[in-house]
C-alpha cells in the first residue's frame, strides 16, 4: 500500500497543526479566514466515499472537532464545511469560520480577492492555540 503524502498545493497553501487519529490538521495561510483543512492521511483517497464506514465516521467527528475549536477561538457566526477537490484531487475537508463582517460574506471564500499570509508570529501563536484546543482529542505532532 503506498504511503500517505500530502498534496504539494496543500503543503505551499497551509501551515501544520498536528494529527488526530485519522487526519492530518492543517491552517490555510490566509488571514483574512479562520480556516482548517482535514486530510485523512491514506494514499490515493479523491472523494469521501472512498474512506470505509468507520473512517467516515471518523471524518466527521474530526471535522466536529475541528468545528469546536475554531468556534472556541474565534465566536463565528456561522462555520462552513466542503470537500470540494476541484483544484486538489486529493481528499481534504474545508472547515472555515465566517462571520457577517468578513470580505466575502455571504458568498463562499474561493476566488475572493488575494490570499494574505498570516505574519510569522501571528501564525506560530495561532497554530499553537489551535494545537492546544484539539489536544484534549488526541492531536499529536505531525509526522514527516
Avoid at 468556534?71 to 472555515?96: C, E, S
Avoid at 492546544?132 to 492531536?139: F, R, S, T
Wanted: proline share 7%; glycine share 6%.
Amino acid at each position: 500500500m503506498p504511503a500517505f503524502t500530502l498534496d504539494s498545493r496543500l503543503q505551499a497553501d497551509t501551515l501544520p497543526i498536528g494529527e488526530l487519529t485519522l487526519c492530518r490538521v492543517l491552517l490555510m495561510d490566509d488571514a483574512r479566514f479562520p480556516w482548517l483543512i482535514l486530510v485523512p492521511r491514506k494514499a490515493d483517497l479523491a472523494d469521501l466515499i472512498d474512506l470505509d464506514v468507520d473512517e467516515r465516521r471518523r471524518l466527521m467527528d474530526e471535522i466536529a472537532m475541528a468545528c469546536d475549536a475554531l468556534k472556541a477561538a474565534f465566536g463565528p457566526d456561522k462555520l462552513n464545511v466542503a470537500a470540494l477537490g476541484n483544484q486538489v484531487r486529493q481528499l481534504h475537508v474545508h472547515v472555515i469560520a465566517r462571520f457577517t463582517s468578513d470580505v466575502a460574506w455571504p458568498s463562499p471564500v474561493w476566488g475572493v480577492g488575494e490570499r494574505q499570509a498570516y505574519p510569522p508570529h501571528a501564525s506560530g501563536s495561532l497554530v499553537d492555540r489551535l494545537g492546544k484546543l484539539l489536544a484534549p482529542h488526541g492531536l499529536t505532532e505531525t509526522q514527516a
